[in-house]
């Protein structure tokens, strides 16, 4: 059963919180990382804690997470992890933050520790942590450059692209970023690859910055040098994990938008024009294709492009393509001019051309922070084909209090194809709290068919009350023929309703360790004979392979069939048994005094375990210098 937080627990998550954000394999890793004790240290700073992670390598991963009152907002690793949600080092501080919260040390907010500090005392501190530090200074006067581009721009005056000395700087961090790594041996330097890339995009945050704040020029000279001397230093890295390269993509954003930013001359878009063809001829030959592609298109197209200026104008006849053979960043393109055109203020050309290259959620992102929600509504109900389209729809107006409208989408999104349980737990949870009780039963129903764990269980049985009988009997059947790609949950379940027959076949389809473990427990008493073959296999399997390091968990399978011996009065069977193993691993010197122990405790004329007393049945026949834990 899925524990939750105890009374006056400091975070507002909980296991089936994090399960919605991680994919089952990382939820099950971070579940084996937690109860291993590879979280070695916790650090709470207001809402953020920092976590440090024993990885499978050498080196820690180090997370950040931010657990405001509403929850984890925001999570992150250093681990090269990109496949979707939150990796099993997130999952895993997760867990210890639940369960072990006394591990936690507290520590008072940056702003706490300087709030007492004048501007002398301030300016002091950070000149002596520049010295200290001199990459310190590059970034330090790469932000005061970008603050005084922001403070120019919001005076109304266009940046004015002069950024030598921010070049300079520029140029000297990111040669220092490629160059920390030359000390490091080959083999140790692969696992730091990821932390430099990290470093790099920090980097290419600064010219981000400069865009968003309007000043294309100057962002184009800031962009320039970071791929200068990237460009020049990058094959230096172990790039196996293809981390090194994928910056070159961000690069790539970043340029076009700088490009579609800046009022640039003929000449100017033509030597610009010429550079970045030339970087990406040169990326061809090492697998980065098409990185640079947007950005020259960019180029090539301007604003003046005729189909996008028939478009932006409101015309959308079939025939007007915004690119002909529709290269695989011509998203990209259409994401960039987009973002461009909300900067600047043109809702209207955003809109149109949101809507003629297929951008739906970010056309009724915008329709709803116009206030035209009633047209967002009726372009997602008529045009959104899965439930992620719904569920960016459903997020958008709850954003916004439009609770009733947001219902009407999420029940019509769990009608499209795609994953339903997020979706239909929110509006399970938004029907619930609105009074809606039938709409909140069916989403539930929908939820726990999508993703069975016993939160969602007991949720839907809360919500049906009186009709509980029939939905129970529904559900269980449901869970008796699911496919068996997730188990966890419905062995929650069928344990929790004590149909351990039916716990029973659905391990043993899975025939996962982990979840026969748990099942073996329960059945102990009412299925002995299934316990007593289960844990025989297993143990078995074990020792015949002869891999000693893994003979304390053949000792584990065979103390619980020992125990359902006993359980089903077959105690002369069990005695017969462990001899004919005695007999055939007698050669086998770390195995042979474990099966001496099962058998000094099978001669003892012990109490039954009782249900319940296995934990502390099995604790009494271990010898401490086994070094097993229960």
């Known amino acids: 059963m899925t524990k939750e937080p105890a009374d006056g627990a400091r975070f507002n998550f909980t296991e089936a919180s994090i399960r919605r954000q991680a994919t089952a394999e990382s939820y099950r890793r971070g579940q084996e990382y937690y109860r291993s004790g590879a979280v070695d240290s916790l650090l709470?700073?207001?809402?953020?804690?920092?976590?440090?992670?024993?990885?499978?390598?050498?080196?820690?991963?180090?997370?950040?997470?931010?657990?405001?009152?509403?929850?984890?907002?925001?999570?992150?690793?250093?681990?090269?992890?990109?496949?979707?949600?939150?990796?099993?080092?997130?999952?895993?501080?997760?867990?210890?933050?639940i369960h072990e919260p006394e591990k936690i040390v507290e520590r008072p907010t940056l702003e706490e520790v300087l709030s007492d500090l004048d501007r002398d005392k301030l300016h002091g501190l950070l000149i002596k942590l520049a010295e200290r530090d001199l990459g310190l200074v590059d970034s330090i006067e790469s932000e005061v450059s970008i603050l005084r581009s922001r403070s120019a721009q919001s005076d109304?005056?266009?940046?004015?692209?002069?950024?030598?000395?921010?070049?300079?700087?520029?140029?000297?961090?990111?040669?220092?970023?490629?160059?920390?790594?030359?000390?490091?041996?080959?083999?140790?330097?692969?696992?730091?690859?990821?932390?430099?890339?990290?470093q790099l995009y920090e980097v290419a945050d600064e010219a981000w910055s400069l865009i968003e704040a309007g000043d294309g020029r100057s962002a184009l000279e800031a962009l320039e040098a970071l791929t200068e001397e990237y460009m020049a230093g990058w094959r230096t890295l172990d790039d196996s994990e293809g981390e090194a390269g994928s910056l070159f993509y961000d690069l790539g954003r970043a340029w076009t938008e700088a490009i579609l930013t800046a009022d640039l001359t003929t000449d100017e878009f033509a030597g610009w024009g010429i550079r970045l063809t030339e970087w990406q001829q040169a990326l061809d030959g090492y697998g980065v294709e098409g990185a640079l592609g947007a950005a020259v298109a960019a180029i090539e197209q301007g604003w003046d492009y005729l189909p996008l200026q028939r478009v932006l104008q409101g015309e959308t006849p079939e025939e007007c393509a915004l690119n002909d053979e529709a290269p695989f960043f011509a998203e990209n393109l259409i994401t960039a001019r987009l973002n461009v055109l909300e900067r600047q203020g043109s809702a209207q050309e955003y809109l149109n051309l949101a809507q003629a290259g297929g951008q739906s959620e970010l056309y009724i992102g915008m329709l709803v922070r116009l206030g035209r929600t009633r047209e967002a509504v009726e372009f997602g109900l008529q045009n959104f084909l899965t439930t992620?389209?719904?569920?960016?729809?459903?997020?958008?107006?709850?954003?916004?209090?439009?609770?009733?409208?947001?219902?009407?989408?999420?029940?019509?999104?769990?009608?499209?194809?795609?994953?339903?349980?997020?979706?239909?737990?929110?509006?399970?949870?938004?029907?619930?709290?609105?009074?809606?009780?039938?709409r909140a039963l069916s989403a539930a129903v929908i939820a726990l068919r999508s993703q069975p764990d016993m939160d969602a269980y007991l949720e839907a049985k809360e919500l049906a009350g009186e009709r509980w009988p029939q939905h129970r009997m529904e559900i269980l059947e449901y869970l008796r023929k699911r496919d068996t790609s997730f188990v966890e949950g419905p062995v929650d379940i069928f344990l929790h309703e004590g149909l351990v027959g039916d716990?029973?076949?659905?391990?043993?389809?899975?025939?996962?360790?982990?979840?026969?473990?748990?099942?073996?427990?329960?059945?102990?008493?009412?299925?002995?004979?299934?316990?007593?073959?289960?844990?025989?296999?297993?143990?078995?399997?074990?020792?015949?392979t002869a891999k000693s390091e893994k003979y304390a968990k053949a000792f584990d399978w065979l103390a619980k069939a020992m125990l359902a011996y006993r359980a089903a009065g077959?105690?002369?069977?069990?005695?017969?048994?462990?001899?004919?193993?005695?007999?055939?691993?007698?050669?086998?010197?770390?195995?042979?005094?474990?099966?001496?122990?099962?058998?000094?405790?099978?001669?003892?004329?012990?109490?039954?375990?009782?249900?319940?007393?296995?934990?502390?049945?099995?604790t009494s026949i271990l010898p401490a210098e086994l070094g097993l834990r229960w």
């Open 388 to 438: 992620d389209e719904a569920m960016t729809l459903v997020r958008i107006l709850r954003a916004q209090d439009e609770i009733g409208e947001s219902m009407r989408v999420a029940e019509h999104g769990l009608t499209l194809r795609g994953a339903k349980a997020l979706l239909a737990i929110w509006l399970r949870d938004m029907a619930r709290d609105a009074g809606d009780l039938k």
């Open 503 to 544: 716990a029973i076949t659905l391990v043993d389809r899975r025939d996962d360790d982990l979840f026969v473990d748990r099942v073996v427990e329960v059945a102990l008493e009412s299925h002995p004979d299934w316990v007593i073959q289960t844990c025989r296999r297993r143990a078995e399997r074990i020792m015949n």
């Open 44 to 97: 709470q700073r207001g809402d953020l804690v920092q976590g440090e992670v024993s990885g499978s390598d050498i080196s820690p991963y180090y997370v950040s997470l931010y657990a405001a009152p509403v929850g984890v907002t925001g999570a992150t690793c250093t681990c090269p992890y990109d496949w979707g949600g939150w990796c099993k080092h997130i999952v895993a501080v997760l867990l210890t933050c």
């Open 570 to 618: 077959r105690d002369e069977e069990w005695r017969a048994y462990l001899e004919g193993l005695l007999t055939r691993h007698r050669r086998k010197y770390r195995l042979v005094p474990m099966l001496k122990v099962l058998k000094e405790h099978s001669r003892q004329d012990a109490q039954r375990p009782s249900p319940g007393g296995l934990e502390e049945e099995l």
């Open 156 to 198: 109304g005056h266009q940046g004015s692209g002069d950024t030598r000395v921010e070049q300079r700087f520029i140029r000297r961090r990111v040669r220092t970023i490629l160059h920390s790594l030359d000390h490091i041996r080959q083999s140790e330097a692969y696992w730091h690859v990821g932390r430099v890339v990290e």
